[in-house]
């Protein structure tokens, strides 16, 4: 079922069609609203719900899932029932579980998430230097406090003979922060992160005003330092991304007031799942504020019934077609089909 299942989703992601009769292979979904922390990139965090976890595992349980993503609207670390579920989801299809962080309070929580057998653990950093790391997300002494639960995790890693968690230091790329990228690639290394993931701004609704997130940086510079981060990432043996920075065409139409012509490469809708803390369904995770673009709600209807409504179908067609569904979506620099496969793979 699982084989098969995962073969008619991949199929459906190359060929694109508007029903799709396999059920989604990869579940991306929050838990809690709340954050500890302010950053500027994100969304004010005020509310207050948080996933109802059994009653989510049951609407979910059915699918053949071979990846799943835990974060939040806010910091998933907070969210109470975050180890009992991820043990649920491991003794059911055994999907490689990644979970996002902001890291601050890691080191209390090192040891049940090193015990709860995640494949993966992403933390976002966004900063080389203490000083960049307040400026953007958040006093500094939490920087510190992230090292020591990196360091922690790792020491875990050591004592058990394990190769799991691998470690992901993520980096949401703008013009705060660009000048650092070679630096935290050194950083990471330094302190035993196994990859580094850069990440494009995601325009919110309310600021779309692309180009204030680079500033008066051209694509050449950016693709420049990016293929420098690469470049070092390379010699220090560290995994990284910044071959997806390489195409100055797409930077250049993502940072400037142009139509992106590569959203048909996205494959989310096709094999991909993404439920608030509230149940709601959407393509991606990148359109989760985006009420236009919601597909269901997994404690309403079933999952088929959603998969394959008249709006996902829509959505689809549009995507196929380079008609944008959304003002995400038409600055969306999605991955392609290729580098998607090659994470699937390497994670399982
Ligand atoms: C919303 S956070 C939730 C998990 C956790 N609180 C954290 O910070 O990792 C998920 C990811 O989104 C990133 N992020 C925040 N604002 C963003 C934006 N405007 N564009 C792209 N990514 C953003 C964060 O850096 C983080 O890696
Ligand atoms: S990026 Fe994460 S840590 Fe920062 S405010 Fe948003 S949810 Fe909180
Ligand atoms: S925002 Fe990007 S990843 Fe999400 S559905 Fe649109 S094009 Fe695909």
Known sequence: MTILNNLKAFNAALFKPNKVD???IHLIFMVIEKCNIVCKTCYPRTGKKI???NKFYDSIKRLPIINVGISGSGETLLYPDLMPLIKKLKSNTNPSVNVTTNGVLLEGKAEQLFKSGIDTLSISIDAATPETYSALRANRKNFYKILKGIDKINKLKVKYESRKPKLRGLFVVSKYNIEEVSQFVELSKSIGLNEVYF?????RMEMLDWKEFLGEYTADEIVNKMK???????????RHNCNEWANKDDIWQRYND???NNYKKCIFPW???FAKENGDVYPCCMLYYYEPAKMGNLYEQDIEEIWNNKKYQKFRQLIKERKHPNPVCKKCLAPEIWDSMKRYLRLK
Not at 228 to 238: F, P, S, T, V, Y
Request: a negative charge.
């Open 258 to 260: 142009e139509p992106l």
């Open 271 to 273: 094999m991909s799942l």
């Open 51 to 53: 996933l109802d976890s």
């Open 228 to 238: 420098e981060a690469g470049r070092i990432a390379d010699k220090l043996n560290i």
């Open 22 to 24: 396999a059920l989604p």
């Open 199 to 203: 990440q494009h701004m995601i325009f």
